[in-house]
């Protein structure tokens, strides 16, 4: 199972998203931001809803 801080990374690259330009999307700092994807800190749910839905990152996937 891939980390959720791996998933981030990945998504925010494929968009050519910077951390500064992907936290004033998602509306936290840039040093969250940070913390969140060196694992220093986890994102409260909302923040992780949010960064799924600004980084296109399905919540539930379907099954198949």
Excluded: W
């Amino acid at each position: 199972m891939t980390d959720y801080r791996e998933l981030i990374i990945r998504h925010r690259k494929a968009k050519g998203l910077s951390q500064k330009q992907l936290e004033a999307q998602v509306g936290i700092t840039q040093p969250f931001m940070n913390e969140i994807e060196s694992g220093k800190k986890k994102p409260s749910i909302d923040v992780l809803f949010k960064l799924c839905e600004v980084l296109d990152i399905k919540v539930f996937p379907e099954e198949q």
